[in-house]
């Protein structure tokens, strides 16, 4: 089980915190969740991570779980909250990843930290909403691309349109079947997340469609993978492969016939990838 924290900001919010896995691990991960999810650390890859030496590390985002709401917050904003538990878990440097909504999260750390992250790793990651070149919403099942063309048009119709029933279109039938098994995981992260309402899930899907408050860009500072599903209705491949050619120097895996969940199927490649591109960074 992980252990938790909560650590107060000088603006008078609280951030929670998880860490898993040995203090003394020659890596620390640092893991950015989705939409909507909380902070604690995937289940499903413990075991994988303890075998290749990594510790995580990770926070519920503002308005999720234990953490207080940061109303207005844009995906930059998490890079302070980031630095300050790493600071209070005497973290020196570790990797950012992230998924899905996590991924954009993840990147803004590469980029505005790059003194202390050492590689990172965005799956089935948002690309910026005004990319140029992008048709942003171009193969997102109904039910997302209503959901953040509301987000687009300002917090009250997002209100009104996550009252909506979920679609069930947005999934595949490899992420129903990934969902079926170890990945059934996520079932008990979204409950919590939404526990306390939906001004989490608001105010992410607000920081997707606006300034990020960074470069993308900038986050080839470090070593990083970008890695999508061919079959993805939740964030369609086309964002990876957009991202793949702002971020300098970055990395590609594309799995043809993998979704939006079934991706994280072949993660251990991915924590692979990122154990070996620690090592060269040596």
């Known amino acids: 089980m992980a252990r938790t924290g909560d650590l107060d900001r000088p603006d008078g919010r609280t951030v929670r915190w998880y860490t898993d896995g040995p203090d003394d691990a020659p890596l620390v991960l640092f893991w950015h969740h989705g939409t909507p999810n909380i902070g604690q650390p995937p289940g499903p890859l413990m075991k994988p991570a303890t075998d290749r030496g990594i510790r995580w590390v990770s926070i519920d985002r503002p308005g999720y779980g234990g953490s207080t709401r940061r109303e207005g917050r844009c995906v930059a904003d998490v890079v302070e909250d980031v630095a300050a538990v790493a600071d209070e878990l005497e973290i020196p440097s570790f990797a950012a990843v992230g998924h899905s909504g996590g991924g954009p999260h993840a990147l803004s750390c590469a980029a505005l930290l790059p003194s202390r992250v050492r590689a990172c790793v965005s799956i089935a ?45 947005s999934f595949t039938p490899a992420d129903n079947d990934a969902l079926a098994g170890k990945w059934g995981w996520f079932t008990g992260i979204v409950k919590a997340a939404l526990e306390l309402g939906p001004d989490g899930m608001v105010d992410d899907d607000l920081a997707y469609v606006g300034d990020w408050g960074f470069d993308p860009s900038a986050a080839g500072a470090v070593p990083v993978l970008l890695a999508h599903g061919g079959k993805d209705r939740v964030v369609p491949y086309t964002h990876g492969e957009w991202l793949a050619g702002a971020v300098p120097g970055a990395e590609q895996r594309f799995f043809p016939e993998e979704g939006h969940i079934s991706v994280l199927l072949h993660a251990d490649a991915l924590l692979d990838w990122l154990v070996e591109a620690v090592r060269e960074d040596r």
Not at 143 to 151: T, Y
């Open 125 to 169: 990651g948002l690309a910026p909403f005004h990319a140029g070149g992008l048709d942003w919403y171009g193969g997102m099942a109904n039910g997302g691309r209503l959901e953040l063309e509301a987000a687009a048009l300002g917090p009250a119709a997002l209100r009104a349109q996550l009252a909506q029933e979920w679609d069930p279109e």
